[in-house]
């Protein structure tokens, strides 16, 4: 199949490299004819950012800092301007600070509960707020997330509860934006070697661990992630919103 995001504007929130969840999504939207707008963080990304997609012809890509209510202000009026309708929108970003990683959770600081939500959760909000009145045609809006909302990931920490009230702003916005046609989902991705996989203890263990008891015997990929993506963000997820979808070759299925 192809050509499934033919014509479709997506807003792609969150590449920071070539491991980056957000770009395997955006080379599958890609690959079906959608018309990608990135955002990137600082010059560092920027730079990343361009030399990832040096080959997918004129792209456009503009600076948004998600803690900045001005910088996603001034993104969706560039979006608004240009596009005038956006049908597709990926937040794949998260951040929580590394000490609250590193930290029991009883001990997460005030200040550090606030960063984790607002950068993790808040953000999801404020993008939604802003894209809803662009989805004049309906459209798809996708979050990424991770089984430590549900289950005791140890270290995860505050990203656990972050992840909740993500999981869980899913279904209101989901039953809020419906009447528009605009549906929203989330990915639950398996562990996956990303930068914010970076510094987590024992990782390559816990990759094993999938290895070896996920139904699939083996860990998912950009590509799988990808794929996933392209059913949301497409007419083929139709009829699903609210839904949290796990692409993590079966791992969360299994009891011991
Ligand atoms: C992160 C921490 C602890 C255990 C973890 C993870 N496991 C997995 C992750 C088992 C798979 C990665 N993950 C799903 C995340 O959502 C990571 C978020 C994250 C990572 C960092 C690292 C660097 C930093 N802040 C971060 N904030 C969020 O400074």
Excluded at 68 to 79: G, H, T, Y
Excluded at 112 to 134: C, E, H, N, W
Excluded at 145 to 169: D, W
Excluded at 195 to 208: E, P, T
Aim: one cysteine or more; charged letters at 20%; hydrophobic letters at 40%.
């Amino acid at each position: 199949m192809s050509g499934l995001l033919n014509g479709k504007n997506i807003l792609i929130m969150g590449i920071r490299n070539k491991w980056s969840i957000a770009w395997g999504i955006a080379q599958a939207a890609k690959a079906q004819g959608a018309n990608l707008i990135f955002t990137y963080l600082g010059d560092r990304e920027k730079e990343s950012l361009q030399k990832l997609t040096s080959n997918m012809g004129k792209i456009d890509a503009y600076p948004c800092d998600v803690a900045r209510e001005e910088d996603i202000d001034n993104l969706f009026s560039m979006i608004k301007s240009k596009y005038g309708v956006l049908h597709g929108l990926v937040h794949a970003i998260a951040f929580a600070k590394s000490e609250d990683l590193q930290d029991t959770f009883v001990n997460t600081s005030k200040d550090g509960f606030m960063t984790a939500m607002d950068i993790s959760v808040y953000s999801f909000i404020a993008v939604m707020k802003r894209a809803q009145p662009l989805m004049t045609e309906g459209g798809s809006i996708l979050t990424l997330t991770y089984r430590g909302s549900v289950k005791v990931s140890p270290g995860y920490n505050i990203m656990g509860v972050a992840k909740a009230a993500l999981e869980a702003s899913v279904r209101y916005a989901s039953y809020e934006l419906g009447s528009n046609n605009i549906r929203v989902n989330a990915i639950s991705s398996g562990p996956i070697k990303t930068m914010s996989a970076k510094g987590v203890k024992n990782f390559s263990d816990i990759l094993n661990v999938v290895e070896e008891k996920a139904p699939l015997k083996r860990n998912v990929t950009l590509e799988d992630l990808g794929k996933a993506a392209v059913y949301l963000l497409s007419d083929l997820s139709s009829g699903m919103t609210g839904e949290i979808l796990y692409i993590d070759a079966g791992y969360n299925i299994m009891g011991i």
